[in-house]
């Protein structure tokens, strides 16, 4: 069964900190890995992608690394912000599904929460 | 400028009303989404037009009729509203039609329906 399990579920942390977290998938055939940030009352917003071939990839303070033998990916916030706190999302693209398209499996996401 | 918008941002209706909620993007773009975030934050699609044609209609209740006047509007309507509807629906859109998590998705504010 195509899932994507995401740890933990919710972190708090302080401000200045940093934090990793985690992305576990079962998704095949895999095509890509999408991290999304929401924050509270928005729509997502896409981080990074990564494609089989990729290891990391970064985007400012975050990155994200991918191991696509053990089908695991992390992201790591560097030196958080109040503004980092929101709930991150792990998205993996798979198997081809209605009209051609890939199926797109989405985690639960991590609620993260930075304090001063 | 908002890229993607959705009118309206909250919407507190009876079970049994009809309802609709109107999205618009300004990228550009050539395919637009319909996604339910329920009160798990779990997102899930609904609906995927490409240039105006139905290209994803995943398991959702003929309750729910999408329309599509243009490329660049595309309306959700709900008859006979559940207690089960309630939940943050989201509209998003990406550049082309290359199949889900090919391109970068970007997601309205999102509206909170209500049903009492």
């Known amino acids: 069964k195509n899932q994507v399990e995401q740890s933990p579920q919710s972190l708090i942390i302080l401000e200045g900190k940093n934090c990793t977290l985690q992305?576990?998938?079962?998704?095949?055939?895999?095509?890509?890995l999408r991290w999304y940030k929401q924050d509270t009352g928005r729509g997502p917003v896409s981080l990074t992608i990564?494609?089989?071939s990729e290891n990391t990839k970064s985007n400012g303070r975050y990155t994200a690394t991918l191991d696509a033998d053990t089908k695991q990916s992390s992201l790591h916030i560097t030196a958080s912000q109040l503004s980092d706190s929101a709930s991150y999302i792990c998205?993996?693209?798979?198997?081809?599904?209605?009209?051609?398209?890939?199926?797109?499996?989405w985690g639960l996401g991590t609620s993260l929460a930075v304090n001063p | 400028d908002t890229a993607v918008s959705q009118t309206p941002k909250y919407l507190v209706t009876q079970m049994g009303n009809d309802k609709s909620i109107k999205c618009e993007q300004n990228?550009?773009?050539?395919?637009m989404y319909w996604y339910k975030q329920d009160s798990k934050k779990f997102l899930k699609i609904m609906f995927s037009y490409n240039n105006k044609e139905l290209i994803i209609n995943e398991t959702v209740p003929n309750r729910f009729s999408p329309k599509s006047p243009d490329k660049a509007h595309l309306n959700l309507h709900i008859n006979s509203l559940e207690l089960g509807d309630s939940a943050v629906y989201f509209c998003?859109?990406?550049?082309?039609?290359?199949?889900?998590?090919?391109?970068?998705?970007?997601f309205g504010p999102g509206t909170r329906l209500t049903v009492l």
């Open positions: 990564m494609t089989f």
């Open positions: 998003a859109s990406s550049q082309h039609n290359r199949g889900l998590g090919a391109d970068t998705q970007y």
């Open positions: 990228l550009g773009h050539d395919t």
């Open positions: 998205v993996v693209s798979g198997p081809v599904g209605a009209g051609n398209n890939r199926k797109l499996i």
């Open positions: 992305c576990n998938y079962t998704v095949s055939p895999f095509s890509n």
